[in-house]
C-alpha cells in the first residue's frame, strides 16, 4: 500500500523523505539505488495488475511507454499527458497543503513528488512517492473522463470550505485512489492507489471486501483509513461516470453528505500515536 491522500495535508513541512531537485534544464538526477527500485516496482506490478486493470489504464501505460530499468523524467511524460489530455506533471516536496494540490489539479498538472521509496519500503510508505504518481495515476490521466473529472475536482476543492475539502477528499479516495470499475471483460481497476499496490490489487478485486455501486453522496458520507487494505470499493458502471459527474452539482452533493452524516466505518479506529 502506499499512503495516497498524503499530498492533502496543511503541515508541508512535515515528511521524512527529500525530493530529489531538478538541474536547469529540468533533468532530475536519479542513483543508481533510485533505479534498481523503480525497476524492481516495474517488473512486479506489471505481472500484478495483468488481467486485473481497465484498458484505459492499460492503453494509458502504453501512450506513457515507461521504462522498466530507471526513473523516467517528467518532461517525457508530460509530452504525452499534453498530447492525451492538455495535462502535466508539476514536481512538488512529498507533502504539500490543500490550496496548492487542489491549484495544480484545477489548471491540469498533477503533484509528483521526485523521490522514490527505499527499498525497505517497497510495500508501504507513508507518503506518495514517484512510482504512486507516474505509474499508478499518469497512465488515467491521458483518458479524457478521468481527466475531466480530475481537474473539476481541484476547482471544487480550491473554492471549498475545510470542512466541505474534508468530505471532498472521501470523493476523491473512493474513486481516483481507490476506485473499480465494470467493463464487459469484468470488474476492473482504475485507482492509481490500487494499481500502485501490489497487496492492494489482490485484495480489492477478491471477496474479501465489499463492492457497493458507485454513488457519489454515499462515497462522501464513506470514512477511510489510509494505512489499510481497504475494507470497501465503490464501482463505476462505466468511466464515463466521471464525465457526468463533472457536468453535475457536486458541492450539493456535499452538502447533502454533510446533513445525512458519515457512515459508520468498516474498520477498527487507527492506533493513537505516543506522545513524544
Not at 525530493?19 to 506490478?45: C, F, K, V, Y
Not at 517525457?76 to 492538455?86: P, Q, Y
Not at 470499475?181 to 500502485?196: E, F, H, K, L, M
Not at 454515499?218 to 463505476?236: F, G, N, S
Amino acid at each position: 500500500m502506499t499512503s495516497s491522500n498524503a499530498h492533502l495535508s496543511d503541515v508541508a513541512s512535515k515528511t521524512g523523505y527529500r525530493a530529489r531537485l531538478p538541474d536547469d534544464s529540468g533533468h532530475i538526477a536519479w542513483s543508481e539505488q533510485d533505479n534498481a527500485t523503480w525497476q524492481t516496482l516495474m517488473q512486479r506490478q506489471l505481472g500484478m495488475i495483468e488481467g486485473r486493470v481497465c484498458q484505459e489504464y492499460l492503453d494509458g501505460l502504453e501512450r506513457l511507454a515507461l521504462p522498466e530499468d530507471r526513473v523516467p523524467q517528467l518532461a517525457d511524460i508530460d509530452r504525452v499527458l499534453k498530447a492525451s489530455t492538455g495535462w502535466e506533471t508539476a514536481q512538488v516536496p512529498a507533502l504539500i497543503p490543500f490550496d496548492t494540490f487542489f491549484a495544480l489539479l484545477a489548471s491540469q498538472r498533477f503533484p509528483v513528488a521526485t523521490f522514490i521509496r527505499t527499498p525497505e519500503e517497497l510495500d508501504y510508505l507513508k507518503e506518495p512517492d514517484i512510482f504512486h504518481e507516474i505509474f499508478g495515476h499518469c497512465p488515467m490521466l491521458t483518458n479524457p473522463a478521468f481527466a475531466e473529472f480530475t481537474a473539476t475536482y481541484g476547482r471544487l476543492g480550491l473554492a471549498a470550505s475545510p470542512k466541505e475539502r474534508i468530505y471532498l477528499a472521501r470523493l476523491y479516495w473512493m474513486t481516483v485512489e481507490f476506485g473499480l470499475v465494470d467493463t464487459p471483460a469484468g470488474r476492473r481497476i482504475y485507482g492509481g492507489g490500487i494499481i500502485s499496490s501490489p497487496k492492494e490489487t489482490l485484495h480489492a478485486l477478491s471477496d474479501a471486501p465489499v463492492h457497493v455501486p458507485f454513488d457519489p453522496v454515499e462515497a462522501l458520507r464513506t470514512p477511510y483509513r489510509i494505512d489499510i487494505l481497504q475494507p470497501l470499493y465503490y464501482v463505476l458502471d462505466d468511466l464515463k461516470t466521471l464525465h457526468d459527474l463533472s457536468h453535475k452539482d457536486i458541492m450539493s452533493m456535499v452538502q447533502q453528505a454533510m446533513a445525512q452524516g458519515l457512515h459508520e466505518p468498516l474498520f477498527e479506529p487507527a492506533p493513537k500515536r505516543a506522545k513524544a
